[in-house]
């Protein structure tokens, strides 16, 4: 036993570091392989139709909520060079979050003079699945980036040194994504507490910090007040007299969310509504109304046990009670901007991606709990409460790994779809249209509304990705275009077409209003039983000339 604690003891930063990186590999290796999901397709169309504009769009608009210049810089420079490359944004994406784990690290380390309480941060922080699906998202995992910005500025702010610097960081922070304007209160709230100078001196050194969050809202809100616009956009804010009741809403809630996941959350509201013999409503009741309840609920205890456990003054000392305020408040202020969406506190649940910035505060908390518990608790309690923290940790890891699994699954057969119809058909008639039906229905569509495995339009994803080698006329991407899940349509501009169908009657309106030749259609049908695509434009091209 002394010869496994000798071992342990001389090799721990190297077990550490092990551990660390089995955390990292068994959550993510396969994130750089991970496929287009959504949103992204239609970020993509926007690159091809607008250029490097797109990087300010969002500028001088009543939408003013999403000028992110930064990821979207980012975003256009990685598709510029790259193309659709995948694996560049994963691995992109992946960098910053590897990079924000061991700034967490750092923060810990730094505040708590303790090694093993610091990696015990960046373990909770790589392993927990509450945030996972910001990472496992193609092109939206750039958003990491964000966070990045603001650990490093977390960083300095410890010592209270470079405001400048601080405040520029800042600045890069909420220009990569809007919802981390919670830091403009978190970042001055640290440097007063860590500060030893008097209030006015502590004031006057905050003013650079102070001029520059000024300086982005008149930014952000000039705009709306120069062109009378009554609305802020997709984030237009919420009546002052309800902001307050919505705070004390969403909170509880995010704090929930954040310590317990998205997914015990809902198979608990799921038991419950069971348990309460409440069936009749419906599987949807479950997630609509007992799951915020549950959360907010969750959170609520979570905030009275905090309150009771920093009184006792007696166990905590000053500077823990300080550093579990920080790491709570960190948490509250990354989900008060949440409170500005409309209807978002009466969403069911918060989307895990949104809850990527409140990880990072948790982390940060966890670690000073865990500090607590060796500085002030015998060895036998801290070492059961290690324990119970490495299962938490493995069962997460493993929950990372299926998640990831799972999407990679789906990308595979997303790509083997594409490929095998742009093999095929390498390149575009001058006018093409792509008939494609399906026998199964997906992700919550109407059963009578049969397409194929892909979360946005087919017609979208297969213009952009002929358009990597087909200078194709930018008018084809019209906003969201053929990116609707059931859309269908043609387009022409000029002398090229194109339009993407699962309807017959619909096509063949389509080729008699435009004059098309029946050999103007690729087909395909897509057994979903079998997961099989069948080439059957033969098939189709005859029944339309018999038709005619």
Partial sequence: MNYLKDYVLKYKKLISVSCVLFV??????????LFFQQDEILGLGLFIQKGWSTILSGLGNSNITHFVPLTMGLSYFIY????????IYNSVGLLFHSLNGYLIYLICEKTLKNKTSAIIGSLIFFSSSVASELVMWPVINLNTVSLT????????AVDSKRIWLISILFLFSVF???YSIGISLFLPLLIYLNSKETIKQKISYLKPFFGTVIIYFLLRFLPIIFKNVS????????????????????VPRYLGQLF???????????????????ERYGTAFSETNIYPILSMSIGVIFIFIL???????DIIEKNYRKNLVLGFLFIIFSALPFVLVPGGVGLSNISSRYMYFGLAGMAFFMSTVFDILKSNYSKKIYRISLLALFVLIGLSSIQNYNKADGLYRMGVQRQKILNQIITTYPNLFDKTIF?????SSYYGLPEEIKTLPFQSGLGQTLLVFYSQKDKLPKEFYPGEYLWEIDSQGYYESGNRGFGFYRDFGLLKETLDKFDLESNSVVAYYWNGKLNELSDVTYEIRLKLENEQ
């Avoid at 790259?82 to 694996?87: P, S």
């Avoid at 997914?263 to 013999?277: A, D, E, M, N, V």
């Avoid at 008939?435 to 026998?439: A, G, K, P």
């Fill in 435 to 439: 008939f494609v039906q399906s026998d």
């Fill in 176 to 178: 990569s994504v809007e």
């Fill in 231 to 250: 609305s802020l956009g997709t984030v237009e804010g919420s009546s002052i007299n309800l902001c307050f009741v919505e705070i004390i809403l969403l």
């Fill in 80 to 87: 510029h060079f790259f193309g659709a490359n995948y694996f």
């Fill in 307 to 313: 309150a009771v456990f920093l009184n006792k003054k």
């Fill in 24 to 33: 990292f590999l068994i959550s993510y290796y396969r994130v750089p392989f």
């Fill in 149 to 156: 910005f603001a650990l490093i500025a977390w960083l300095l």
């Fill in 260 to 278: 317990f996941g998205q997914k015990i959350l809902l198979s608990t509201s799921t038991f419950l509504q069971h348990l309460l013999g409440l």
